[in-house]
């Protein structure tokens, strides 16, 4: 059986996933978003702090826009498929912003573009809600 991750280990695999996404893992900007301090987020991150408090682990996993529960996983592979589960909610998520505010017209347009989109794909056209 392989050995658990350390919490450095999984902190490095939260940075790794969210510069993956255009998410800042520089300490700075962390501590800046979260109003930690940026030296123990590094302590955290290279091992020197390994019982850092729930405090600091919500700020950590809220900036990155994941689950407190990131951390129950014990591999790589655990934490990796736990974080996989976000990306397509954040990329809809993305999609809904851009398109607030556009005419009927412009959402008719992204519509076909999606609709398009999923065809090439080779998926089924969506299952719409009745209205």
Request: glycine fraction near 8%.
């Amino acid at each position: 059986m392989a050995r658990a991750l350390t919490l450095s280990e999984k902190l490095q695999i939260l940075f790794e996933y969210g510069e993956s996404r255009g998410i800042s893992a520089a300490y700075r900007a962390i501590a800046e978003a979260t109003g930690e301090n940026a030296t123990n987020i590094r302590k955290i991150h290279r091992g020197e702090n390994i019982n850092p408090g729930l405090k600091i682990l919500r700020a950590l996993v809220k900036y990155f826009g994941v689950g407190l529960s990131y951390f129950d996983f014990d591999t790589r592979a655990g934490c990796e498929a736990y974080l996989a589960q976000f990306a397509p909610a954040q990329a809809v998520d993305e999609i809904k912003l851009r398109a607030n505010g556009m005419s009927e017209e412009g959402l008719a347009a992204v519509r076909n573009m999606l609709d398009f989109v999923r065809k090439a794909e080779g998926l089924p056209p969506p299952k719409l809600p009745k209205e």
